[in-house]
């Protein structure tokens, strides 16, 4: 069973980074797109940003562009998503998703997801 694990995350001053990274269970990491998303309390899950398998290319949500990177290492079975200039708005559960082929900022369009991991950006 495909499984992904995210970790990295925590509590961080606003201002601040983190790096989250999500694993992935198989060696056929290469041929997903993964995603991350996020959920605060009360609010839908929003896309953050993700990557296609093809050419490691990237989309960012607006609130996001300029303060996140996504990227990948298929050597490592392993996605990233560093987080710059935190804001206290960024605090939500962060997953990861993957899906075969070609993904999005659209939640639906995913096959696999982790548990998820807690940010949370406070003073």
């Known amino acids: 069973q495909l499984q ?7 509590l961080v001053q606003p201002g601040g980074s983190l790096r989250l ?3 992935f269970s198989e ?3 290469h041929y997903y797109a993964i995603g991350w998303f996020r959920q605060a309390p009360g609010k839908k899950r929003e896309g953050v940003a993700w990557i296609s398998s093809s050419d490691d290319s990237t989309e960012y949500a607006d609130s996001v562009k300029g303060r996140f990177t996504m990227s990948r290492d298929n050597a490592k079975n ?5 987080m710059n200039s935190l804001k206290p708005e960024d605090t ?4 990861c998703a993957a899906k075969r082929g070609v993904g999005g ?3 639906y369009v995913y096959d696999y997801w982790g548990q998820g991991t807690q940010v949370t950006v406070s003073s």
């Open 92 to 95: 939500a559960v962060y997953y």
């Open 78 to 82: 392993t996605a990233y998503l560093q």
């Open 105 to 107: 900022l659209t939640a």
């Open 27 to 29: 060696d056929t990491f």
């Open 21 to 23: 990274s999500c694993v």
């Open 4 to 10: 992904l694990v995210e970790s990295g995350g925590g």
